[in-house]
């Protein structure tokens, strides 16, 4: 069982950007396997199998690092809960990566296999682990067929994803001394049409493959220049879009280009995540819920399933850890919830295994 795996995990810190010692351990891990090759990239690891054409190729996917956050319970078992930070997010789901690997030593998969343990997924879109290995390892990566990506979904079946632009929208005006503001223009009276939009704006649903997804966009952050005194000359509001699987990137950014245009202000992006394509017709994943009667329901959110899905690998979240744990003190996860992910991957990747 990959419990033992966990603690062990668990035990190794990897906040954000200090990944080197669990990547060391989990390649020293995957390294004593003679089915696999491996592959290192800084601290991201690929795992695979030799590439049987006749087979379909399907990864597991988990990245190594945690956000920053105390745990005073680490390592302890209470109540059928295993704490530490990661535990839900995602190191219970990495384990399950490491000990399918490790059975594959024993057992033989119906599948061409790749195990993914990458670094930075915590951080910026730009900076995540993924990119530089696409970069380098495409036309490796994409012999994949299909991918479970074991994040926290408390192994519930989470297809596709909303993507996610962020983006500063900036008012201009002239700056005066608040005693006279007719000598000046307001930045921030500015904004108030585009705020009120905002606060009237209702979550629009758009359902694909009989999953419904809620498009969403908010001001999240608000700057300006000055000081309590003064007329600001300019003041800027970050708008959260979180949009429909059904559209692309570039569309989502000229809707709020558009947007801008509309209000007077200027648009300018600052993060930009594809959504990913809910998958519900590949057969892989058709395979795998007509052999298990998971709960399958849309990710409202966004995860690295779409970056997948941008070099056209169809993937799904589907991990035994709590998503309500993720990034809180003393975090938690349920270890029989890590068995039966574990059991079950285990029953559809391998031959005979029941």
Not at 150 to 178: M, Y
Not at 233 to 246: A, M, Q
Not at 280 to 299: A, G, H, I, M, Y
Not at 323 to 340: M, Y
Request: some cysteine.
């Amino acid at each position: 069982m990959p419990v033992e795996l966990l603690k062990k995990l668990i035990s190794i810190p990897s906040v954000y950007g200090n990944e080197k010692e669990i990547a060391d351990y989990c390649e020293k891990e995957l390294s004593g396997n003679p089915k696999l090759k491996v592959i290192r990239e800084n601290n991201t690891l690929v795992a695979h199998t030799e590439i049987n054409p006749e087979k379909r190729t399907v990864a597991l996917v988990g990245h190594l690092d945690t956000v920053d956050v105390p745990n005073s319970k680490t390592g302890k078992v209470e109540n059928g809960k295993l704490y530490g930070l990661g535990a839900s997010d995602m190191k219970a789901g990495d384990a399950v990566i490491l000990k399918i690997a490790q059975d594959l030593k024993e057992a033989e998969s119906r599948f061409n296999l790749f195990f993914i343990l990458y670094e930075k997924e915590e951080g910026p879109y730009r900076e995540n682990g993924l990119q530089p290995l696409f970069k380098k390892w495409k036309e490796l990566l994409s012999k994949i067929d299909f991918a479970f990506v074991l994040e926290p979904t408390d192994n519930t079946v989470q297809v596709g994803c909303l993507g996610v632009i962020h983006a500063w929208f900036t008012f201009k005006g002239k700056r005066a001394h608040s005693a006279r503001p007719w000598q000046g223009e307001n930045a921030i009276h500015k904004s108030w049409p585009l705020l009120k939009f905002l606060s009237e704006l209702k979550p629009k649903p758009y359902t694909v493959g009989g999953l419904t997804y809620y498009e969403v966009l908010n001001a999240t952050m608000a700057e300006f220049e000055g000081g309590r005194n003064i007329i600001p000359e300019s003041f800027r509001l970050n708008l959260n879009y979180r949009f429909s699987p059904t559209k692309s990137l570039e569309e989502a950014q000229k809707e709020l280009k558009d947007l801008g245009e509309r209000f007077g202000a200027e648009v300018t992006f600052t993060d930009l995540s594809p959504a990913a394509r809910p998958c519900t017709d590949n057969p892989v994943l058709r395979e795998f819920l007509s052999q298990f009667k998971v709960k399958v329901e849309p990710k409202q959110a966004w995860t690295d399933v779409a970056q997948l899905s941008s070099h056209g690998i169809d993937a799904v979240n589907f991990g035994p850890g709590q998503p309500h744990q993720a990034h809180q003190v003393d975090e938690w996860v349920e270890l029989e919830k890590v068995k039966e992910c574990y059991r079950m991957l285990g029953e559809f990747l391998f031959k005979g295994a029941s």
